[in-house]
Each structure stands twice: as C-alpha cells, then as structure tokens.
C-alpha cells in the first residue's frame, strides 16, 4: 500500500523553470509598470552612489546594488517574455544600466549639480575617466595650464572636483578643515598602514606626523649632515670615474643623481639598503618597480574604486609585495640591529619612547617606504632640472659658480658649511626657481572638507562634503599675476633682494650674448603663491633637508666639475620629457663633465 500519489513527471518544475514569477511569488505587473520598477530601482541606487563612493573592497554591497537590484525587475519582466527568459533579463539590466548611466550624466551636467556654476571640459564634468586619460599621457600639468587660460582660475575638472589656482585660498584650501582627499582611498590598502601623506583623518594624521616633526627638526636634521656628506662625496667619486679625463664625453647625471638621493633616503629611512650608485644601477629591480608602480597610482587615483579589484591582479599584487617585502626586511633588520645614529628610521620607531602608544610595524614600514620614495624622487628630479637650466644659460651658470668658488675656495675644502650655504643668495635664488618651474608635485595637491563637517568655505566659494579641491603649484609658479616678467623663463634674479643688480629676464636660451644690460623694471614675485614644500599641516616634512641636500649637492658638483651639454643631444628634449605622474618625472640629462681640478 502506497501511501504517496504518483505526480505525472510532465507536471513537475524543470529547473528553469524555478526562474518563473509563478514560482517565486513575483505579482503580474503591467508591462509598462515593469519598466517604470526597472527605472525606479536604477534611480535609487543612483541616489545611494549620490551620497556614498562606490567601494568595491565591500564587494556584496556592490553585488546588492548592481546585480540583485535589478534582479527584481528581471523578474518581473520574465512574465512578458515567456518564451525567452534571457531576453527578460537582458532587457531588465540593459534598461537599468543605461537609466542608471544616463541618470549620473544628466545630474553632473544639470544646474543642480553643487559644481554646475563652474566651467570645465564636458567629459570631465561626467566622469573622472577625462582626468585618468590625461594623466596616463603624462601631461597633466601642462593640460591644466592650458584650461586655467582658457576657463579663469576655478576650473571643475571633474564630477565633484574643481582645480583652483589661486593663491588667496591657498591658506583655506591647504589647511585645518580640508585633510587628504579621495584620490588618498586608491593609495592605501585595507591589510596595511597607511602611510602619512595618505592619511585622511586629521587627528590620525596629527598623531603620526609628529614621529616626522621631531624626525626634522634643526636639531635632527644637523646630525643628518655626515650621512649627505658621505653620498655626496660618493656621488662625485662615481662621477668622476665617468668624466672626459677617463675618456667619457656623455654621462646621464640625472640617472646618477637619482641613484644619489635613493642611496641617500635608504640610509635615512632604512639605515641602509640601497647601493644604486656602487652598483651602477637598480640591481635588485626594487626602483624599477616603484617607478612603475607610482605611474599606475597616478591613473588609478582619481578612480579610487578601482584600485581594489587591480590588488586582485596577479602582476599588480606581485609588484605591491615585492617592494613590501623589501621594506619589511629592512625594517626588522635594523630592528635587530639597533641604531648606530639618530637618523630618521630613529624617529619613526620612536627609539626615544616618546610615544605613548608604540608605532606598529606596519606603519613603521609604510613611513620608511614612503621616505625613500617621497625623498629621492622629488629631490632628484629638482636637482636634475636645476643642472639644466644652468647649463641652459651659460651666465647663470658662471654667476652661481663664481659664487661658489668665491664661498669655498678650490683646494681649500668640500662646499659643506650649510649656514654659510643658506645664505648665499644666488644659490637659494637658483633653487627656488628650479623648484618654481619644475615643482616636484606640479599638480594634484588635492584635499577635501574634513568627513562630518557639511563643506568649508574656499574664498568666496563653499566647498560641500565630498567635493575634492587642487591647488595645482605648476599653474600658480607660471601665473604672470604671481611672477613676472618672463613667468615661463629661467630667471633666478626675481628671488634676489630688491637692490641686488638684475640681469635682464628674457636671455635666450643656450645663449650669453648680449647679457650685459641690467633689468630694472618692475618685478612681482609672490611668495604666498610659491609653495613647492605644499602648505598646512600636511606639508612635506623633510624640508629643511631637502634644502640641506639640493644645496650640498650643486655647490659641490659646480665646484668640481665643469659641465656641458653631451654632443648630440638636444636641450630641448628636456622639458618635452617631463612628466605628471603625481611627482614631477624626468627623462635622460646627458652632460660631458670635465674636472675643474
């Protein structure tokens, strides 16, 4: 006796057929109700993209938004296509991708946008895409430069982001109230610390930056002096092996200079670990792949959301670890160790114990990765674009060297006094212009209203919760209004004090004919728009030895060699191969060096 009725096999659901409204409960909707629920439904999930970054390291929230919520509508849909469910779902997620797409471009551009009164590319007003592209080109700054010409100084480069090149909110803009902005997301990773400058919590940044005050000082700083001195010294020695006396007429000084201040900052962060000028290169690869790590940060950062799915990439992830590894192994053996001087990687461990919370290993890892980075890249790209511009403009070059040799007699001793170095004036007034056409971070000082706050006031313009801000150095050091005359030519006078004798500003390039007349026009030179170390509270640490270094390093190369441009290569080159990739980057500067003695 069987108790179960047999059910005829024909009557029984196939599995698609678990995917019928009638199976799962879906009420019959009109067609045209489906649609208007398909729309609905890509209209709030725009609402909540509106008020919250996509965020792709909280992956089922994304599931959620963009896969199951128009599930809903598929469903629905399937009792209009009965006969082809893939085209029921097809049909549902087109419609709601393309809703949800159009929505986005119609707020960006409508006047109730937060931005809709400031001008910009159309393409960058919808999508940060625009900035990535010109970013990956590697001509950023000069991108910038030409929209502030032709836009004025608020520029809305992006959907909730505006470039302002104006030196009267560089104070509001750069401090209290606007830490790091959202391009700081792409730079950090969920399983390490942060390092500094990526730090968007002002209170956390306070907390660590302090290690970094106390890391530069005066004080900290003059016992870093003997270590600059040593890899200098170094630096000239390897040059010199290279120079005309040894047969050589064509060196790459920006290279060497590179390998200079990468040796220089793994000794200060790691206590060591990079040989690039004893090696004659990047052995171990470790530079090569930061380099083109930072290159891909740089397009990646102004799509922050993106940047966790590329961790997820074999050769991106291979490339992270790699250089974290290095950094670990550095770190934990000068843990083991001990520290033979105070030098920064002192500090960051806070051998004094004057933290009250001990730094962790992963941020002491992080900020001594960030001090090789942050310390060689920007410093030797100044110190290269300097050379060249002296070598560009031969009085110049005479004039600074003539000093030098004034300062520091030959044979009577290396250029390392720095007091006497600081107050040389036409070496100070070189750098600076140095650093005036080629700043290390040319464009993208980027900051937004502290999180909680509801926006900040910017000048006249207020600034909502969520909207980026850049204060691009490139655009102010060229603006006529900040620097002129010849606000696009090197012209170290105008950093020289009023009644110092001027040559005239617009000598031709590679030239020194006629260079005899003086210049007494009138002559702007805005400090308070001249911020190559940034500004506020987030501005760069190591100041104070960057300026140290630049100094040691030209007054010692100017006074042991003489330099030239190497046959074949053109001058020109130089400037076209500059690049943004966040820090400024260079190409090859090929000199003849000839050894004054």
Not at 316 to 327: A, E, K, P
């Amino acid at each position: 006796m069987d108790s179960f009725t047999k059910v005829p096999s024909e009557s029984l659901p196939l599995p698609m057929d678990l995917l019928s409204p009638h199976v799962i409960g879906i009420p019959q909707l009109a067609f045209h109700d489906a649609v208007l629920l398909d729309v609905a439904c890509a209209l709030a999930v725009h609402a909540i993209y509106r008020r919250y970054e996509p965020d792709t390291s909280l992956p089922f929230v994304q599931i959620i938004l963009l896969i199951a919520t128009p599930s809903l509508p598929a469903a629905v849909f399937l009792r209009h296509f009965e006969t082809s469910r893939g085209l029921a779902v097809l049909t549902a997620f087109a419609l709601f991708y393309v809703t949800l797409i159009a929505s986005i471009v119609f707020y960006r551009l409508s006047p109730w946008h937060p931005l809709a009164k400031y001008p910009g590319p159309l393409l960058a007003k919808i999508s940060k895409a625009w900035a990535s592209y010109h970013t990956a080109k590697g001509k950023l700054h000069l991108d910038l430069k030409k929209l502030h010409e032709k836009y004025g100084r608020y520029v809305r480069i992006g959907p909730n982001e505006l470039s302002v090149a104006d030196a009267s909110v560089i104070s509001s803009a750069l401090s209290d109230g606007m830490p790091k902005g959202p391009m700081w997301k792409a730079r950090t990773s969920p399983s390490t610390a942060p390092t500094l400058i990526a730090i968007r919590s002002s209170q956390e940044h306070a907390r660590r930056r302090k290690r970094w005050n106390r890391a530069f000082n005066s004080s900290a700083v003059k016992g870093y002096e003997q270590v600059v001195q040593k890899r200098a010294l170094q630096l000239v020695s390897e040059l010199e092996k290279r120079s005309v006396k040894n047969g050589n007429q064509s060196v790459n000084l920006a290279e060497w200079i590179s390998f200079f201040a990468t040796d220089f900052m793994g000794d200060m962060a790691f206590g060591g670990g990079f040989e690039l000028m004893r090696d004659g290169g990047d052995k171990e690869g470790v530079w090569t792949v930061l380099e083109s790590g930072m290159r891909t940060a740089a397009i990646v950062h102004h799509v922050p959301w993106i940047m966790p799915l590329l961790r997820k990439l074999p050769f991106v992830s291979r490339d992270l670890l790699r250089f974290r590894r290095f950094g670990i192994g550095r770190a934990e053996a000068r843990k083991v160790n001990g520290s033979l001087t105070r030098d920064l990687f002192y500090h960051l461990i806070d051998e004094d114990n004057v933290e009250k919370v001990a730094p962790t290993d992963s941020e002491i890892v992080s900020d001594g990765s960030l001090a090789i980075i942050a310390g060689s890249d920007t410093t030797s790209t100044t110190l290269s674009g300097l050379i060249y511009y002296l070598m560009s403009h031969p009085l110049d070059y005479r004039r600074l060297q003539n000093e030098i040799d004034y300062a520091f007699p030959p044979g009577e001793g290396d250029p390392f006094d720095t007091l006497k170095l600081s107050e040389m004036p036409f070496l100070n007034a070189v750098i600076n212009e140095a650093m005036r056409l080629q700043p290390p971070v040319p464009t993208y000082l980027q900051r937004s209203p502290e999180a909680g706050t509801g926006g900040k006031w910017i000048g006249d313009s207020y600034i909502s919760e969520g909207t980026a801000v850049i204060v691009p150095p490139y655009i102010l050091f060229r603006d006529p209004a900040y620097f002129s005359p010849a606000p696009n030519n090197f012209w170290p006078d105008r950093w020289l004090p009023h009644d110092a004798v001027k040559r005239y500003p617009y000598q031709s390039d590679f030239e020194a004919d006629a260079l005899s007349n003086n210049y007494d026009g009138e002559i702007v030179t805005n400090s308070s728009a001249f911020i190559p170390f940034s500004y506020g509270p987030a501005n760069c640490a190591g100041r104070a030895l960057a300026l140290t270094e630049m100094r040691m390093v030209v007054a010692l190369l100017m006074q042991k060699f003489e330099l030239q441009f190497a046959p074949g290569y053109d001058p020109n080159d130089w400037e076209e191969h500059l690049e943004d990739f966040f820090v400024l980057c260079n190409g090859p500067l090929l000199v003849t060096l000839t050894p004054r003695m």
